[in-house]
Nanobody, 125 residues
Framework: VQLVESGGGLVQAGGSLTLSCAAS????????MGWFRQVPEKEREFVAA????????RYTDSVKGRFTISRDNAKKTVSLQMNSLKPEDTAVYYC???????????????????WGQGTQVTVSS
């Protein structure tokens, strides 16, 4: 499975960005997908995830009401719509596929077995 993120960039506080993750190889529709983010010298942080059919989503508290995760299994893509961005949202954002031995949605990076290369999101104040 290969995952490629796009859509990052520089935006002013209060602005919006949409990140996309395109998957190739494997059976995309069978697994939950997640978004994580990381800043230098800190651990990778869970942001949002969605089950294989899209019926259940989970968010970290700091992005609830501002970010929306969605997926299109026919197109093998997962997106993260980010609104009302804050400087503290600045990070490298990673798309990840949840490993098949995990059920439901996991908040832990170790539960994900394939990762994209990351896309930088910078929010200026």
């Amino acid at each position: 499975v290969q995952l490629v993120e796009s859509g990052g960039g520089l935006v002013q506080a209060g602005g919006s960005l949409t990140l996309s993750c395109a998957a190739s190889g494997g059976t995309f529709s069978s697994y939950a997908m997640g978004w994580f983010r990381q800043v230098p010298e800190k651990e990778r942080e869970f942001v949002a995830a969605i089950t294989w059919a899209g019926g259940t989503t989970r968010y970290t508290d700091s992005v609830k009401g501002r970010f929306t995760i969605s997926r299109d299994n026919a197109k093998k893509t997962v997106s993260l719509q980010m609104n009302s961005l804050k400087p503290e949202d600045t990070a490298v954002y990673y798309c990840a596929k949840q490993a098949p031995w995990n059920s439901g949605i996991s908040y832990h990076a170790r539960a994900y077995d394939y990762w994209g290369q990351g896309t930088q999101v910078t929010v200026s104040s």
